[in-house]
């Protein structure tokens, strides 16, 4: 999990494309001028202080938000005007719980690879396949309420690339879940960056940025820095990311939500 | 898109089925309410209470009184002389009212052709007194025919020879005028408008809640299939919970449609689309439950007190009634009365049936357009 190879930036198509993409709810700049990209197979950490437009920024690249300006393109898609394109290719995990709780295990993967497109051979396959990487064979017939949290987000994160798209975004997946099990979460989304699916994630757990290929801190609607975790720490001389974010995010105006 | 609609579909049935206090409540709760609601909304009104003041004690006002407690809606609770009396039996809810035949009742009436009575009611209980009120005026106007008819049978020379105009009503349609008939079709209108409205509002803000409608809204799935496969488990709920008041009409009151069932399914099918673009839209408007609920009980309370089921539409001031034809409920009530009782058939409901459509149209179509700018 220590080795962290740095994604070399240009050796991989950009699959996330951003340019001076803002959202203005009236008077308010939720996101301003946001300009980057992400590079097939990467992971992306996009930090910031609640309330400093993370949800926001993240919600127009999954097309759930038109955005006020700028332009942005996901798996090559325009986010105004092929949205229902992008989300043939996204996968999102919100901050909120999202799996039918009185569904089982195995009909909510089903549901879920079902309105995808996917064939009834393809989804049964899938289904072994995931519940066998989740190690949850033995509840894939126990109502998603019964189980316990961490195997949940465990589950909505397989839920959420059932179809293999190109790019994942996760919104804070792993809040309240114990170190343990997040240890866990994260080998599974360095094996689905290892086959190639960009991992878009955003994070209040420090240790989580060091895994992250690289990362952006937002303040208060803009992208204060972004860079791979160790350039950070150089570039602003501490020694772990914590250090990072506190400077970056203690000069913050927004009040935090 | 079939494929999509079949997963959304068998996913709905699924935690429909697996609700089960959902299931019960939707089946059982409009049984319950059909058999009990209709003793209740029985407007024809039995066991009057009538206090007599017979200041006459003649053949005549033997007669009469006799008449009127053997008409079946009349109960003589007091038989007095005077009038005071008896109006303190109404004061003291003894009596619902007071008739006086006054002195010199039968001699009046012979020689003068005319008589006076005088009836006190007791307005409390409104529907009862007026009706007894109506039943009573009715009686004495019978009683005045008999009266005639008696005399010119008798070639009794006092008689005038006045013609006689006497108005004869029949009811037609429902000839005994058997109350439940009228009732029984239009509850089971206002259980269906519960149903559907409030289940399928409910059911979409109980998603928004959850979070999983955000989940749905980053996949592929168009917002009107969606929509069609949230309407659909409805629908059928609606069909069945139809065919069950259906069924307990007849047990128990005895009602039958005069008119074909394919007609009244039809129409229901027509309805719930309506009823179910309503609940759509409620629930795009609502963020939590608890405001969904708040809704549609707005417009449940609305639609059952003015859609005809209780008290008669053109009785409204003319823009009530503009509004109330707007309702969705008032014209499957007239089509549920039409049907069931004169049998009419589908020419006949046309207007209704293309009202209500037009009405869903509207509803469906800005369900669908505030949906997604709500996403």
Known sequence: MSSITTATPSATPPVITTDKLTKRFGQFVAASQLTFQVYKGEIFGFLGANGAGKTTAMRMLCGLLKPSSGNATIAGYDVYTQTEKIKQRIGYMSQKFSLYDDLTVSENIRFYAGIYGMSTPRIKEKTSQLLQELQLEKEAKTLVSDLPLGWKQKLSFSVSIVHDPDIVFLDEPTGGVDPVTRRQFWDLIYHAADRGVTVFVTTHYMDEAEYCNRVSIMVDGVIAALDSPTRLRQQFGYDNMEDVFYELARNAKRKAD | MIRTLYFLLEKEFRQIMRNKGIVRMLIIAPVIQLILLPLAADYSVKNISIAVVDNDHSTASQRLIGKITSSGYFKLTGYTGSYNAA????EQEKADLALQIPAHF????????????????????????????????????DFNDEIRVDWHTSGSSTGPDAPQISIASSNWYNPFMNFHLYIVPAILVTLVTAMAAMQTAFNIVQEKENGTIEQINVTPIKKYVF???????FLVLGIIIFTLGLIVGWIFYGVVSTGSLWVLYLSLVDYLFAMLGLGLLLATYSGTQQQAMSLSFFFINIFNMMSGAFTAVDSMPGWAQAIVSTFPPYHFIRIMRMVVLKGSGITDILPDLGAMFAIGLVLNVWAIVNYRKTA
């Open chain 2, 106 to 141: 039968e001699r009046d009436l012979v020689r003068e052709n005319s008589q006076k009575l005088y009836i006190a009611i007791n307005a409390i209980e409104g529907t009862k007194a007026n009706l007894g009120g109506a039943y009573l005026t009715s009686i004495i106007t």
């Open chain 2, 227 to 233: 929509i069609t496969g949230k309407m659909i488990p």
């Open chain 2, 87 to 90: 109006l303190s039996m109404v």
